[in-house]
């Protein structure tokens, strides 16, 4: 009895699974909430659980625009360059690390009529990740080719090197109150590396393509090269500290904004000498219970994958032993 209520449970999670899959029409998008803070915790639980649901989508390749996936599949590679008066090069770009309002500060860009490289964007760049993880192009091609396809703001690819070298390029450091509270959300975040190298995860193309940048991401950028210490506190708190000071020293305060995403519109639109828009609270997205929803979604499909192929098999078990008991 108890056999069959966990196979009952596991499959209304599978079919429910199946039916957002089959019923969304919806591209993989940023958060529509903009103050998500305000927000029960249940309430952004549920909606991280469907970011959850987005990132598996994209982790399969359902977001790839399908010349990526010809690209990929065929291994051959070409620019895709949008229309000549929307091309580009990269102008603003984010040197904070995760967790620090990173999402916050790409949607307040968007809303500023940039065209911004983050998350959303990774799995659908896939491509040029790619080329650049074998070496087919160096990070100046790379970042060109981001401006050929449109993209004019990054807060994702580009290093503290690169900017350096690319004096026309402004730079935004998103910070937190304190160390502490960087850790305290980070370590939310960090276990995602885990579980794209769990199955199904490992198994996908565009989790494969990403996974050198994302170990990059996940386990270098935040400990200073030091990956075995992913998930140490003191690690990670003294290299974010460390992190702040290395920006700071490295770029002319001129072209550099720290920016703690609570100061809001006014900074952010000095720095980029744009009007502050009238009327509009700064986004505040992606909490800390959105994130733990989302987590907790990717590692349900670690552990129900399976039921993919033994509700069928199982269901053919039972039906063949039914027709040979009516015999």
Same mark, same amino acid.
Not at 35 to 54: C, I, W
Not at 137 to 155: C, K, M, Q, S, Y
Not at 160 to 170: A, D, G, Q
Not at 184 to 212: E, G, H, Q, Y
């Given at each position: +009895?108890?056999?069959?209520?966990?196979?009952?449970?596991?499959?209304?999670?599978?079919?429910?699974?199946?039916?957002?899959?089959?019923?969304?029409?919806?591209?993989?998008?940023?958060?529509?909430?903009?103050?998500?803070?305000?927000?029960?915790?249940?309430?952004?639980?549920?909606?991280?659980?469907?970011?959850?649901?987005?990132?598996?989508?994209?982790?399969?390749?359902?977001?790839?625009?399908?010349?990526?996936?010809?690209?990929?599949?065929?291994?051959t590679?070409?620019?895709?360059?949008?229309?000549?008066?929307?091309?580009?090069?990269?102008?603003?770009?984010?040197?904070?690390?995760?967790?620090?309002?990173?999402?916050?500060?790409?949607?307040?860009l968007?809303?500023?009529s940039?065209?911004?490289?983050?998350?959303?964007?990774?799995?659908?760049?896939?491509?040029?990740?790619? /080329?650049?993880?074998?070496?087919?192009?160096?990070?100046?091609?790379?970042?060109?080719?981001?401006?050929?396809?449109?993209?004019?703001?990054?807060?994702?690819?580009?290093?503290?090197?690169?900017?350096?070298?690319?004096?026309?390029?402004?730079?935004?450091?998103?910070?937190?109150?304190?160390?502490d509270?960087?850790?305290?959300?980070?370590l939310?975040?960090?276990?995602f590396?885990?579980?794209? /190298?769990?199955?199904?995860?490992?198994?996908?193309?565009?989790?494969?393509?990403?996974?050198?940048?994302?170990?990059?991401e996940? +386990?270098?950028?935040?400990?200073?090269?030091?990956?075995?210490?992913?998930?140490?506190?003191?690690?990670?708190?003294?290299?974010?500290?460390?992190?702040?000071?290395?920006?700071?020293?490295?770029?002319?305060?001129?072209?550099?904004?720290?920016f703690?995403?609570?100061?809001?519109?006014?900074?952010?639109?000095?720095?980029?000498?744009?009007?502050?828009?009238?009327?509009?609270?700064?986004?505040?997205?992606?909490?800390?219970?959105?994130?733990?929803?989302?987590?907790?979604?990717?590692?349900?499909?670690?552990?129900?994958?399976?039921?993919?192929?033994?509700?069928?098999?199982?269901?053919?078990?039972?039906?063949? /032993?039914?027709?040979f008991?009516?015999?």
């Amino acid at each position: +009895m108890q056999t069959q209520c966990l196979l009952s449970t596991s499959y209304l999670c599978l079919a429910g699974m199946i039916f957002l899959c089959m019923s969304s029409q919806v591209c993989m998008a940023r958060p529509t909430d903009l103050h998500e803070q305000k927000q029960g915790y249940y309430k952004s639980l549920f909606n991280g659980a469907y970011v959850g649901f987005e990132t598996f989508l994209s982790l399969v390749g359902y977001y790839e625009d399908d010349e990526v996936k010809r690209g990929l599949a065929q291994d051959t590679f070409t620019i895709n360059e949008v229309d000549v008066e929307d091309q580009t090069e990269i102008k603003v770009v984010g040197l904070g690390l995760g967790r620090t309002g990173t999402t916050s500060l790409v949607i307040a860009l968007e809303m500023l009529s940039y065209t911004v490289v983050h998350d959303d964007e990774q799995t659908e760049l896939t491509d040029i990740y790619a /080329r650049w993880e074998e070496e087919d192009i160096d990070e100046d091609e790379f970042h060109e080719i981001l401006g050929l396809r449109g993209f004019n703001a990054t807060v994702k690819t580009a290093e503290l090197s690169w900017v350096v070298n690319h004096p026309e390029s402004k730079a935004i450091l998103t910070v937190r109150d304190n160390p502490d509270k960087y850790v305290d959300s980070w370590l939310v975040a960090a276990p995602f590396i885990d579980i794209i /190298r769990r199955r199904p995860f490992c198994w996908m193309k565009t989790a494969n393509v990403l996974i050198d940048s994302l170990e990059y991401e996940f +386990m270098i950028e935040t400990t200073g090269n030091r990956p075995d210490k992913y998930l140490d506190r003191d690690t990670l708190r003294k290299h974010y500290e460390t992190h702040i000071q290395d920006v700071q020293a490295a770029i002319p305060a001129d072209r550099l904004l720290t920016f703690n995403v609570k100061q809001g519109w006014e900074p952010l639109c000095i720095f980029l000498d744009v009007p502050v828009p009238e009327g509009i609270p700064f986004p505040h997205v992606h909490t800390r219970a959105k994130l733990e929803g989302e987590m907790y979604f990717l590692v349900l499909v670690t552990w129900i994958w399976p039921l993919v192929f033994i509700i069928p098999l199982w269901g053919g078990i039972i039906a063949t /032993r039914n027709s040979f008991l009516m015999k």
